[in-house]
């Protein structure tokens, strides 16, 4: 993502939890469903707009970033809440 291209994932692990909607691309886990998401990112980075990605992950994503977002999810986790949005947008 940071190289300015976008991610393409399964629906299960974590990654909806990781990154914006804007930033990947998630399929079932099924190779003809992951084929279309990569052709669908390739699409999506060939139309432009990409440096928006690096820049994102710049900020949002340095190992300072990386650990108060997963501490404050795990104190989510322990009080009780149900995390809805990425970790960070």
Do not use: K
Not at 46 to 53: E, L, P
Not at 59 to 68: F, G, L
């Amino acid at each position: 993502v940071s190289c300015g291209l976008l991610a393409v994932s399964t629906r299960v692990g974590g990654v909806a939890e990781i990154l914006p909607p804007h930033m990947m691309q998630l399929t079932e886990p099924e190779s003809a469903a992951l084929v279309r998401g990569l052709v669908s990112a390739v699409n999506q980075v060939r139309a432009g707009g990409s440096r928006c990605y690096h820049d994102h992950v710049a900020h949002n994503h340095s190992w300072a970033a990386v650990a108060t977002a997963t501490a404050e999810a795990y104190d989510a986790i322990a009080a009780g809440t149900v995390l809805r949005a990425p970790l960070a947008s």
